[in-house]
């Protein structure tokens, strides 16, 4: 008998009734392309747009302007919200980084009808100001290169170690633990499954069943890392792209509009970052993370429970890229139904793993 995957309330995103008209965004957009929009200058900006915001690259710095959207666990709909948001986003990411989070800057349009930043008029919406990041440095550059070193590894983990050992334990317990968990295991089956004409719906199922077949068998794992003080709120979407391979690494795009997706087992994050990394063709990485973080921090988590967490994630990146199927104009159709399949099959493969993982390192 299947087992029920039953949705227990995952916040799922929604329509944006209050969103800002398409037309103002795209001003925005055009004024923000022109270095004459920035009051330092810059010989050239480049622009580019993710699912949730636009960046915005000049010599020196980037900016960061959010969508005007509204979802069931978030709104940003106003210009005030966005503020907010921006200066709760700058507070989250300071605490993995140094001197690259510099601020919320206002976006004004002056009498004339210009827009500019750190103008004069009226504030029409609000940017975040970061350092620019030496793209050379980042993790997932520097694993396409085959660059990544024992030292810089060891430097990462070190930061993270120190991170976790400061976070305070999160205020839940095992069985709200691992509930989380069961619910966030339902919604992405559930939102997998309907795409079934360019997914393997029968390998989703599996997935959900045997995820939530280990969720059950192995309640103990889970409910002793929470009792230990391993769950905690962290970075939430610890991947290459976001870590910076400077002397001191910086670590970069937390999750910041959940405060339930960051509350994370330290050994989930390490477990994703290994997982994107092993993505990208490094899967030596894991271990010598693992290893590292071991002898630092005394924490030395159970071999299967890491790989469920790594399947759970596989799991739910792949519905974060199928999903892009929904947008009115998806870019690059083609892409997500490839990449989900990749998710799909690391998923299986670590999954098969938590089978034969001796459940004590």
């Known amino acids: 008998m299947k087992r029920e995957l039953r949705n227990l309330g995952m916040p799922v995103a929604g329509s944006a009734p209050r969103a800002l008209p398409e037309r103002s965004l795209e001003l925005k957009v055009a004024a923000l392309s022109d270095p004459r929009c920035y009051p330092r200058g810059?010989?050239?900006v480049e622009a580019i747009e993710t699912h949730l915001s636009w960046i915005f690259l000049t010599e020196h710095h980037a900016y960061k302007l959010k969508k005007p959207q509204r979802f069931d666990?978030?709104?940003l709909g106003s210009?005030?919200?966005r503020r907010r948001h921006c200066a709760m986003e700058i507070r989250l990411n300071r605490r993995l980084t140094d001197d690259v989070y510099l601020g919320a800057v206002p976006l004004a349009r002056a009498d004339d009808g210009r827009l500019r930043l750190e103008g004069e008029g009226e504030v029409v919406d609000w940017l975040i100001e970061m350092r620019r990041l030496p793209r050379e440095l980042m993790l997932d550059q520097s694993i396409a290169r085959g660059a990544v070193r024992d030292?810089?590894?060891?430097?990462?983990?070190?930061?993270?170690?120190?991170?976790?050992?400061?976070?305070p334990p999160a205020p839940l317990r095992g069985p709200e633990f691992r509930a989380h968990f069961a619910a966030r295991l339902a919604h992405h089956v559930s939102e997998l499954s309907r795409f079934g004409e360019v997914l393997p719906i029968v390998l989703v199922e599996d997935l959900g069943e045997g995820q939530l077949a280990f969720l059950e068998r192995e309640a103990t794992l889970f409910d002793?890392?929470?009792?230990m003080g391993f769950v905690v709120e962290g970075h939430g979407d610890l991947r290459p792209e976001h870590i910076c391979l400077e002397p001191r690494p910086q670590i970069i795009d937390c999750l910041e509009f959940s405060r339930e997706l960051r509350t994370v087992d330290c050994a989930e994050e390490l477990g994703f970052l290994a997982l994107e990394c092993e993505r990208l063709g490094a899967a030596r990485i894991k271990d010598e993370l693992f290893e590292a973080y071991g002898a630092?921090?005394?924490d030395r988590p159970p071999a299967a429970l890491v790989d469920f967490y790594q399947s759970h994630h596989a799991l739910a990146r792949a519905r974060l890229a199928i999903v892009h199927l929904d947008d009115p104009a998806p870019r690059e159709p083609a892409r997500w139904p490839r990449q989900a399949r990749d998710y799909l099959r690391l998923a299986e493969e670590h999954l098969d793993r938590c089978a034969i993982a001796p459940q004590r390192a």
Do not use: K, T
């Open 79 to 81: 210009v005030e919200a």
């Open 42 to 44: 810059s010989p050239r």
């Open 224 to 227: 002793e890392r929470v009792e």
């Open 73 to 75: 666990h978030y709104d």
């Open 296 to 298: 630092i921090s005394g």
């Open 151 to 167: 030292r810089d590894l060891l430097a990462l983990v070190e930061v993270l170690a120190r991170f976790y050992r400061i976070c």
